[in-house]
């Protein structure tokens, strides 16, 4: 297998990026270009479907990193009105490195999980032992977990302080909490308005620094 073209960097605060699930071909790659994206995140499988043709795969990813998008992998969440579990969360977490590692994206960058839609009634405890066995296994495989905090998610403020991630992103619903300490690392917003880019649907990221100076972890394309 080979790796991706590429370094693995720290993202610089204020860089404009977008997170979509459908293939990337190079037109569209470059009208993203042509409107000022520098990166862009793409899903991974959780597990059985992994022959879905909307997932990242290796050729896609080359062709984004060789048009100068540097690059993030994201696990598909589950159908909303799922209930988490460690033992899922340690599945799903060694699927989302095998599809990564798959695809030949180098060590040390980040792999995010898309935590949202959430069963309503959902204890904590249960999503809490998603999520750290997720991360556990994501960074088993020698990746930087990144958790996706989307919208129902279950999780109180105090919740976060129990969770061992350092990256996280939040969706553009309102009314999500901070990360007690941290905040998030990336913030995403919708499809702006203007976009000339309109058979796509997507939504809008833009990089900072969290309170400890964290930044996203991707895979840069080499210059």
């Not at 901070?178 to 919708?190: C, D, K, S």
Request: proline share 9%; glycine share 10%.
């Amino acid at each position: 297998m080979n790796t991706l073209p590429g370094k693995v960097q720290s993202a610089e605060a204020g860089k404009r990026g977008f997170d979509l699930n459908q293939v990337l071909t190079p037109y569209d790659i470059q009208q993203f270009i042509n409107e000022g994206y520098e990166f862009c995140l793409r899903y991974v499988a959780r597990g059985k479907e992994s022959d879905s043709p909307i997932n990242l795969k290796t050729e896609e990813a080359q062709a984004i990193l060789s048009a100068g998008l540097a690059l993030m992998p994201v696990q598909h969440a589950h159908p909303s009105g799922w209930t988490p579990s460690g033992t899922l969360g340690r599945s799903d977490g060694a699927n989302a490195s095998t599809f990564v590692n798959a695809t030949g994206f180098p060590p040390g960058m980040n792999v995010w999980c898309d935590l949202e839609g959430v069963a309503e009634g959902t204890p904590q405890q249960p999503i809490i032992d998603y999520c750290t066995e997720w991360f556990q296994a994501v960074a088993n495989a020698d990746f930087v977990p990144g958790l996706y905090v989307g919208s129902p998610h279950r999780l109180l403020p105090p919740h976060f302080m129990q969770l061992p991630f350092e990256h996280y992103w939040r969706a553009y619903n309102e009314g999500l909490p901070n990360v007690a300490g941290r905040g998030y690392q990336l913030l995403q917003t919708p499809k702006p308005a203007d976009s000339r880019i309109k058979k796509i649907s997507f939504d809008a990221d833009i990089t900072q620094k969290d309170a400890k100076g964290g930044q996203v972890l991707w895979l840069a394309p080499t210059k």
